[in-house]
């Protein structure tokens, strides 16, 4: 049973650095002065910010093969209810929080002298013109789902070789749809454009300057994403039937080694890309994942290295809640503003230009004030993590 809990706690620690990394990736002091290894790829290469998304989603393949154990992997109204219950929860919550920041940034907007707050107000919690279909949480939701339904229909010795196809069948529609190219016939664009238009996606910037709707979180584009999730729901299963925790580690290390080459090797025919999650990307950063995992399993199971993880176990055990906080959190800096002699300036610019801009440079301020943010979520996430208190989604 000890050894059971030590495990656990490694997938906590490593589902809490993701979730911090993402934190601290999407809330610069300003996105124009960030350090390299803290901006993702503007297309083809990776970056380590480009690996706590897919970091996560590995983690959450592993814990779905632990939460789907209890239905003992087969297909049953109590496994559905769940299964759509928390789809439509994560789906739900991705929608709210771009709505969120439609009314927020709306209301907000005291440079519109032609209406009041309130009428301004009123006018974005009824407005939904712009509501991004697609996003992080979606994208969770989804993939989840399929990857749950995969599961329970398909036998476990299986799962690699529909991974396989899995991965195969999407270069292929990569490769024959333009979806190695940044442009509007991108085919991940197009699906998206045609199912929800222009006014509900995510814009990307082309080398031009110009604008075009791509979404990095598209329809097609999370068909990899439920193999990322299947991986991850192998490593739960290495994870659960090897006994010995040296094994385990020597496991995955290996697993890992074998995924990260085959990406690093395919990627001269498939390039790494995060926006379009190619299949050379999932290998990799599972791959990356599985050795991460297994590191930390090395660190805290096997050494008794663990008084450093308490930090990041405050966003492991709340993952999803952590990180709908953070959104919830920059939402709101950024979008309330007032008025200063030198212009209209947004809570989140004041922090940065007034206060952490005279400690250090553009770039360490930017660094700072991510930290910073980081922190602050960290403290409402410890005080939930000792009183125990654990928000399912």
């Avoid at 030590?6 to 610069?28: C, E, F, H, K, Y």
């Avoid at 992997?73 to 709505?99: E, N, Q, V, Y």
Wanted: aromatic share 14%; with cysteine.
């Amino acid at each position: 049973m000890a050894q059971k809990q030590q495990r656990l706690l490694s997938l906590d620690v490593l589902r809490g650095i993701t979730i911090a990394g993402m934190i601290m990736v999407n809330n610069p002091g300003s996105w124009s002065a960030i350090y390299a290894p803290l901006r993702h790829a503007s297309w083809n290469g990776l970056t380590p910010t480009d690996l706590v998304f897919p970091f996560f989603m590995f983690i959450m393949g592993v814990s779905t093969y632990m939460s789907l154990s209890k239905f003992d992997f087969k297909f049953s109204t109590a496994f559905l209810k769940k299964l759509i219950k928390r789809t439509l929860i994560i789906f739900a919550i991705g929608l709210a929080i771009d709505w969120f920041a439609n009314v927020c940034y709306g209301a907000f907007n005291i440079s519109d002298v032609t209406q009041s707050f309130g009428e301004r107000l009123i006018q974005g919690l009824v407005s939904f013109d712009h509501l991004r279909i697609l996003g992080v949480m979606q994208r969770l939701a989804l993939s989840y789902c399929f990857a749950s339904l995969i599961v329970v229909f398909v036998p476990l010795k299986y799962l690699l070789k529909l991974i396989v196809l899995i991965l195969i069948g999407y270069f292929c529609m990569l490769y024959y749809g333009n979806g190695f190219e940044l442009s509007d016939t991108n085919i991940i664009a197009r699906v998206d454009l045609s199912l929800w238009g222009a006014d509900h996606m995510y814009k990307e910037y082309l080398p031009d300057g110009s604008l075009i709707p791509f979404d990095p979180e598209g329809l097609l584009s999370t068909i990899p994403c439920i193999a990322q999730v299947l991986i991850g729901f192998l490593a739960g299963d290495l994870l659960k039937n090897t006994s010995d925790i040296h094994q385990k580690v020597e496991r995955l290390l290996i697993w890992g080694t074998i995924l990260f080459f085959a990406g690093a090797l395919l990627s001269y025919g498939c390039p790494i890309n995060k926006k379009i999650w190619s299949p050379t990307y999932v290998l990799v950063t599972c791959g990356l994942a599985s050795s991460f995992l297994g590191l930390l399993i090395w660190i805290i199971d096997i050494n008794g290295k663990k008084r450093w993880s308490s930090f990041f176990e405050a966003f492991g055990v709340n993952p999803l809640f952590m990180y709908v906080l953070g959104a919830f959190l920059s939402i709101l800096l950024g979008s309330i503003c007032f008025q200063t002699s030198e212009g209209i300036i947004s809570l989140h610019g004041y922090i940065y230009q007034s206060i952490l801009s005279h400690i250090a440079d553009p770039y360490m301020s930017s660094l700072l004030f991510a930290v910073a943010f980081i922190m602050v979520n960290w403290v409402i996430g410890y005080i939930l993590y000792k009183k125990k208190i654990y928000i399912k989604i």
